[in-house]
Protein backbone atom coordinates (compact mmCIF):
# COMPACT_ATOMS: atom_id res chain seq x y z
CA UNK A 1 0.00 0.00 0.00
CA UNK A 2 2.60 2.70 0.94
CA UNK A 3 4.46 1.72 -1.81
CA UNK A 4 1.93 2.37 -3.95
CA UNK A 5 0.92 5.51 -2.71
CA UNK A 6 4.60 6.36 -3.17
CA UNK A 7 4.62 5.43 -7.02
CA UNK A 8 1.67 7.92 -7.42
CA UNK A 9 4.22 10.95 -6.12
CA UNK A 10 7.66 10.18 -7.31
CA UNK A 11 9.18 13.48 -6.71
CA UNK A 12 7.33 14.18 -3.28
CA UNK A 13 9.90 12.81 -1.03
CA UNK A 14 12.79 15.28 -1.32
CA UNK A 15 12.99 17.79 1.21
CA UNK A 16 15.31 20.48 0.05
CA UNK A 17 17.74 22.62 2.46
CA UNK A 18 16.31 26.25 1.78
CA UNK A 19 13.28 27.58 0.38
CA UNK A 20 15.54 29.41 -2.05
CA UNK A 21 15.73 25.99 -4.13
CA UNK A 22 12.05 26.14 -4.71
CA UNK A 23 12.55 29.52 -6.87
CA UNK A 24 11.99 27.97 -10.36
CA UNK A 25 14.50 25.61 -12.74
CA UNK A 26 15.12 23.61 -14.61
CA UNK A 27 13.22 20.54 -12.48
CA UNK A 28 10.50 22.75 -10.81
CA UNK A 29 9.18 24.87 -13.65
CA UNK A 30 5.83 26.60 -12.65
CA UNK A 31 2.47 24.85 -13.79
CA UNK A 32 0.20 25.62 -17.32
CA UNK A 33 -3.43 25.29 -17.33
CA UNK A 34 -5.47 25.43 -20.16
CA UNK A 35 -8.45 27.82 -19.67
CA UNK A 36 -11.69 26.26 -20.72
CA UNK A 37 -15.39 27.88 -22.76
CA UNK A 38 -16.62 29.61 -20.49
CA UNK A 39 -14.07 32.12 -20.28
CA UNK A 40 -12.89 31.49 -23.98
CA UNK A 41 -15.77 30.89 -26.34
CA UNK A 42 -13.06 30.63 -29.11
CA UNK A 43 -13.22 27.17 -30.15
CA UNK A 44 -10.15 27.46 -32.29
CA UNK A 45 -8.36 29.77 -30.26
CA UNK A 46 -6.42 27.80 -27.29
CA UNK A 47 -5.74 30.22 -24.04
CA UNK A 48 -3.17 28.71 -21.61
CA UNK A 49 -1.92 30.58 -18.57
CA UNK A 50 1.16 29.92 -17.01
CA UNK A 51 0.87 30.34 -13.57
CA UNK A 52 3.63 32.30 -11.54
CA UNK A 53 1.83 33.04 -8.60
CA UNK A 54 2.70 29.74 -7.78
CA UNK A 55 6.39 30.76 -6.97
CA UNK A 56 7.50 30.04 -3.36
CA UNK A 57 7.04 34.18 -3.07
CA UNK A 58 3.79 34.38 -4.62
CA UNK A 59 4.69 35.87 -8.37
CA UNK A 60 7.10 36.19 -11.74
CA UNK A 61 9.48 37.98 -9.84
CA UNK A 62 11.15 35.69 -7.70
CA UNK A 63 12.93 34.42 -10.68
CA UNK A 64 14.62 37.72 -11.24
CA UNK A 65 15.22 38.53 -8.00
CA UNK A 66 17.08 35.06 -7.59
CA UNK A 67 19.15 36.08 -10.87
CA UNK A 68 19.66 39.67 -9.21
CA UNK A 69 21.03 38.60 -5.77
CA UNK A 70 22.96 35.00 -7.14
CA UNK A 71 26.77 36.49 -6.61
CA UNK A 72 25.67 39.72 -5.01
CA UNK A 73 28.11 40.33 -1.67
CA UNK A 74 27.34 42.63 0.77
CA UNK A 75 30.07 44.28 3.05
CA UNK A 76 29.17 44.11 6.76
CA UNK A 77 27.91 47.30 7.49
CA UNK A 78 26.09 47.59 3.66
CA UNK A 79 22.16 47.30 3.15
CA UNK A 80 19.71 46.51 -0.02
CA UNK A 81 17.64 48.87 -1.21
CA UNK A 82 15.29 48.35 -4.22
CA UNK A 83 12.50 50.89 -5.49
CA UNK A 84 9.33 48.22 -6.15
CA UNK A 85 5.86 48.10 -7.53
CA UNK A 86 5.43 44.87 -4.44
CA UNK A 87 6.78 41.68 -6.47
CA UNK A 88 10.20 41.78 -6.50
CA UNK A 89 10.23 43.68 -3.40
CA UNK A 90 8.59 40.47 -1.64
CA UNK A 91 11.00 38.27 -3.69
CA UNK A 92 13.98 40.28 -2.86
CA UNK A 93 13.10 40.62 0.68
CA UNK A 94 12.44 36.85 1.52
CA UNK A 95 15.49 35.98 -0.42
CA UNK A 96 17.76 38.63 1.31
CA UNK A 97 16.12 36.74 4.85
CA UNK A 98 17.09 33.53 3.37
CA UNK A 99 20.41 34.92 3.04
CA UNK A 100 20.59 36.85 5.79
CA UNK A 101 21.04 40.37 4.09
CA UNK A 102 18.71 43.86 5.32
CA UNK A 103 16.93 45.06 3.02
CA UNK A 104 14.79 48.61 2.42
CA UNK A 105 11.98 48.42 -0.15
CA UNK A 106 10.71 51.76 -1.70
CA UNK A 107 7.46 51.54 -3.20
CA UNK A 108 4.84 54.22 -4.42
CA UNK A 109 1.88 54.96 -2.05
CA UNK A 110 -0.58 53.14 -4.33
CA UNK A 111 0.89 50.32 -4.46
CA UNK A 112 -2.13 47.50 -2.71
CA UNK A 113 -2.30 47.23 0.88
CA UNK A 114 -1.82 43.28 0.73
CA UNK A 115 1.55 43.98 -0.92
CA UNK A 116 2.51 46.57 1.80
CA UNK A 117 1.66 44.36 4.29
CA UNK A 118 3.65 41.60 3.37
CA UNK A 119 6.65 43.54 3.28
CA UNK A 120 6.15 44.47 6.62
CA UNK A 121 5.53 40.74 7.22
CA UNK A 122 8.80 39.63 6.24
CA UNK A 123 10.69 42.45 8.21
CA UNK A 124 11.92 44.52 4.98
CA UNK A 125 12.21 48.50 5.84
CA UNK A 126 9.29 50.12 4.10
CA UNK A 127 9.79 53.34 2.33
CA UNK A 128 6.55 54.75 1.35
CA UNK A 129 6.61 57.40 -1.44
CA UNK A 130 4.35 59.96 -2.91
CA UNK A 131 4.79 58.06 -6.92
CA UNK A 132 2.28 56.86 -9.54
CA UNK A 133 2.34 53.46 -10.43
CA UNK A 134 3.54 54.54 -14.34
CA UNK A 135 5.77 57.37 -13.56
CA UNK A 136 7.15 58.89 -16.56
CA UNK A 137 10.35 60.09 -15.02
CA UNK A 138 12.64 57.27 -13.78
CA UNK A 139 14.71 59.90 -11.59
CA UNK A 140 11.67 61.04 -9.36
CA UNK A 141 9.50 59.20 -7.01
CA UNK A 142 10.80 55.74 -5.88
CA UNK A 143 13.49 54.99 -7.94
CA UNK A 144 14.83 58.21 -7.39
CA UNK A 145 14.88 58.27 -3.75
CA UNK A 146 16.60 54.71 -4.43
CA UNK A 147 19.31 56.55 -6.74
CA UNK A 148 19.76 58.92 -3.99
CA UNK A 149 20.55 56.66 -1.50
CA UNK A 150 22.84 54.71 -3.26
CA UNK A 151 24.69 57.23 -5.09
CA UNK A 152 24.64 59.93 -2.02
CA UNK A 153 27.90 60.70 -0.33
CA UNK A 154 26.10 61.14 3.13
CA UNK A 155 25.49 57.20 3.24
CA UNK A 156 28.65 56.37 2.39
CA UNK A 157 28.52 53.58 0.15
CA UNK A 158 26.14 51.73 2.64
CA UNK A 159 23.22 50.77 0.08
CA UNK A 160 23.00 48.86 -2.67
CA UNK A 161 20.65 48.22 -5.19
CA UNK A 162 20.13 45.15 -7.95
CA UNK A 163 18.31 47.78 -9.69
CA UNK A 164 15.73 45.53 -11.36
CA UNK A 165 14.94 48.30 -14.16
CA UNK A 166 18.48 48.24 -15.53
CA UNK A 167 19.78 45.13 -15.00
CA UNK A 168 20.21 42.64 -17.58
CA UNK A 169 20.00 39.64 -15.00
CA UNK A 170 16.05 40.30 -15.24
CA UNK A 171 16.05 39.39 -19.33
CA UNK A 172 17.93 37.02 -18.46
CA UNK A 173 16.13 34.92 -15.87
CA UNK A 174 13.63 34.82 -18.15
CA UNK A 175 15.19 34.13 -20.97
CA UNK A 176 17.15 31.25 -19.62
CA UNK A 177 14.19 29.66 -17.24
CA UNK A 178 10.74 31.09 -17.92
CA UNK A 179 11.28 30.73 -21.88
CA UNK A 180 12.85 27.57 -22.21
CA UNK A 181 9.75 26.43 -19.84
CA UNK A 182 6.93 27.62 -22.34
CA UNK A 183 8.78 26.32 -24.88
CA UNK A 184 9.02 22.40 -23.01
CA UNK A 185 5.84 22.69 -21.66
CA UNK A 186 3.67 23.40 -25.24
CA UNK A 187 6.06 20.99 -26.80
CA UNK A 188 7.52 24.54 -29.35
CA UNK A 189 3.43 24.76 -30.34
CA UNK A 190 2.43 28.06 -29.85
CA UNK A 191 1.49 31.05 -31.86
CA UNK A 192 1.28 33.71 -29.73
CA UNK A 193 2.82 34.98 -26.75
CA UNK A 194 1.14 37.67 -24.30
CA UNK A 195 3.14 39.65 -21.16
CA UNK A 196 3.16 42.49 -19.52
CA UNK A 197 5.05 45.93 -20.26
CA UNK A 198 6.43 46.79 -16.71
CA UNK A 199 10.35 46.69 -16.39
CA UNK A 200 10.57 44.96 -19.65
CA UNK A 201 12.48 42.05 -18.36
CA UNK A 202 9.89 39.10 -19.11
CA UNK A 203 8.71 40.20 -22.38
CA UNK A 204 11.99 41.12 -23.59
CA UNK A 205 13.61 37.66 -22.54
CA UNK A 206 10.63 35.32 -23.22
CA UNK A 207 10.50 37.02 -26.33
CA UNK A 208 13.88 36.77 -27.93
CA UNK A 209 13.67 32.83 -26.42
CA UNK A 210 10.87 32.15 -28.13
CA UNK A 211 11.85 34.08 -31.18
CA UNK A 212 15.00 32.29 -31.87
CA UNK A 213 13.07 28.93 -31.88
CA UNK A 214 10.29 29.85 -33.95
CA UNK A 215 10.30 33.41 -35.52
CA UNK A 216 7.03 33.26 -36.52
CA UNK A 217 6.09 33.16 -32.53
CA UNK A 218 3.83 36.22 -31.82
CA UNK A 219 5.03 38.56 -29.00
CA UNK A 220 2.16 40.82 -27.76
CA UNK A 221 2.94 43.71 -24.97
CA UNK A 222 -0.27 44.30 -22.59
CA UNK A 223 0.06 47.85 -21.48
CA UNK A 224 -2.97 50.33 -19.51
CA UNK A 225 -4.47 52.48 -21.41
CA UNK A 226 -4.28 55.45 -19.85
CA UNK A 227 -1.08 56.31 -18.02
CA UNK A 228 -3.09 56.85 -14.54
CA UNK A 229 -4.07 53.66 -13.77
CA UNK A 230 -4.93 50.86 -11.38
CA UNK A 231 -2.63 48.46 -12.46
CA UNK A 232 0.52 47.23 -10.60
CA UNK A 233 3.66 46.55 -11.94
CA UNK A 234 2.22 47.77 -15.83
CA UNK A 235 3.43 50.78 -17.40
CA UNK A 236 1.76 52.81 -20.67
CA UNK A 237 4.63 53.27 -23.27
CA UNK A 238 2.32 54.19 -25.94
CA UNK A 239 3.15 58.51 -26.26
CA UNK A 240 6.16 57.89 -24.02
CA UNK A 241 9.36 59.83 -24.95
CA UNK A 242 12.17 58.19 -26.15
CA UNK A 243 14.54 58.89 -23.02
CA UNK A 244 11.96 57.11 -20.85
CA UNK A 245 11.50 54.12 -21.95
CA UNK A 246 12.50 51.29 -19.91
CA UNK A 247 16.19 50.74 -20.65
CA UNK A 248 15.76 46.90 -20.85
CA UNK A 249 12.85 46.55 -22.91
CA UNK A 250 13.77 45.31 -26.36
CA UNK A 251 10.76 46.81 -29.16
CA UNK A 252 12.85 44.71 -31.55
CA UNK A 253 10.72 41.65 -30.57
CA UNK A 254 7.48 42.89 -29.63
CA UNK A 255 4.78 42.36 -32.45
CA UNK A 256 2.00 43.98 -31.23
CA UNK A 257 0.87 46.20 -28.25
CA UNK A 258 -3.04 45.94 -27.11
CA UNK A 259 -4.01 48.67 -24.39
CA UNK A 260 -6.26 47.39 -21.55
CA UNK A 261 -8.69 49.81 -19.33
CA UNK A 262 -8.58 49.38 -15.06
CA UNK A 263 -12.75 48.25 -15.78
CA UNK A 264 -11.70 45.49 -18.30
CA UNK A 265 -8.64 44.38 -16.77
CA UNK A 266 -10.26 43.86 -13.17
CA UNK A 267 -13.39 42.21 -14.43
CA UNK A 268 -11.35 39.58 -16.66
CA UNK A 269 -9.57 38.95 -13.46
CA UNK A 270 -12.88 38.13 -11.62
CA UNK A 271 -14.33 36.24 -14.62
CA UNK A 272 -11.76 33.68 -15.16
CA UNK A 273 -12.01 33.24 -10.86
CA UNK A 274 -15.65 32.10 -11.62
CA UNK A 275 -15.39 30.43 -14.66
CA UNK A 276 -12.19 28.38 -14.35
CA UNK A 277 -11.62 28.58 -10.55
CA UNK A 278 -8.66 30.10 -11.59
CA UNK A 279 -7.06 33.48 -9.16
CA UNK A 280 -5.05 35.83 -10.97
CA UNK A 281 -4.40 39.15 -10.10
CA UNK A 282 -5.47 42.31 -12.02
CA UNK A 283 -2.38 42.56 -14.41
CA UNK A 284 -2.99 38.94 -15.55
CA UNK A 285 -6.57 40.08 -16.21
CA UNK A 286 -5.59 43.21 -18.60
CA UNK A 287 -3.40 39.59 -20.49
CA UNK A 288 -6.58 37.75 -20.75
CA UNK A 289 -8.78 40.35 -21.43
CA UNK A 290 -6.56 41.76 -24.47
CA UNK A 291 -5.91 37.46 -25.51
CA UNK A 292 -9.76 37.56 -26.04
CA UNK A 293 -9.82 40.51 -27.88
CA UNK A 294 -6.86 38.88 -30.08
CA UNK A 295 -8.99 35.51 -30.64
CA UNK A 296 -12.13 37.13 -31.96
CA UNK A 297 -10.35 37.29 -34.91
CA UNK A 298 -6.96 34.16 -34.58
CA UNK A 299 -6.60 31.02 -33.94
CA UNK A 300 -3.84 29.31 -32.73
CA UNK A 301 -2.53 28.81 -29.26
CA UNK A 302 -1.75 31.58 -26.67
CA UNK A 303 0.47 31.56 -23.87
CA UNK A 304 -0.35 34.06 -21.01
CA UNK A 305 1.73 35.00 -18.13
CA UNK A 306 -0.07 35.12 -14.99
CA UNK A 307 2.49 37.11 -12.79
CA UNK A 308 0.79 36.57 -9.69
CA UNK A 309 -2.26 35.59 -7.89
CA UNK A 310 -5.24 37.58 -6.69
CA UNK A 311 -4.40 36.84 -2.66
CA UNK A 312 -2.19 40.36 -2.80
CA UNK A 313 -5.38 42.25 -4.65
CA UNK A 314 -8.57 41.38 -2.15
CA UNK A 315 -9.09 44.94 -1.07
CA UNK A 316 -8.75 46.31 -5.17
CA UNK A 317 -10.78 44.04 -6.58
CA UNK A 318 -13.35 44.67 -3.97
CA UNK A 319 -14.67 48.03 -6.36
CA UNK A 320 -15.35 45.51 -8.98
CA UNK A 321 -17.34 42.77 -7.04
Same mark, same amino acid.
Given at each position: ???????????????? +? /? !???????????????? &???????????????? #????????????????????????????? #??? $??????? *?? #?????????? $??? &???????????????? @????? #? &???????? $???? /????????????????????????????????????????? $?? &??????????????????????????????????????????????????????????????? @??? !?????? *???????????????? *??????????????????????????????????? !??? +??????? /???????
Amino acid at each position: MNANVESLFPNQTEVY +D /S !IVDLVPGPNNPTPMVR &IGERFNPYPDFELLVK #LEGMNPFGSIKDRTAMFMLNGLQLGADQS #LVE $PSAGNTG *IA #LAALANARGM $PIE &IAVPDGVPEEKKALLR @FLGAE #L &IEVEDELC $PIYP /SEGARGVVKSMVESEAYGGKYVSPNQYESKLNVAAHYHTTG $PE &IWRQTGGRLDYFFAGIGTGGTITGVGRYLKERNPNVRIIGVEPAVRHHKLSGLKRVTGLPEEH @FPK !ILDREV *IDEYISVTDEDAYRAG *IKVARSDGVMVGPTTGALLHAAMEWGREHDGTAVV !ISG +DNAAKYV /SAYAEYL
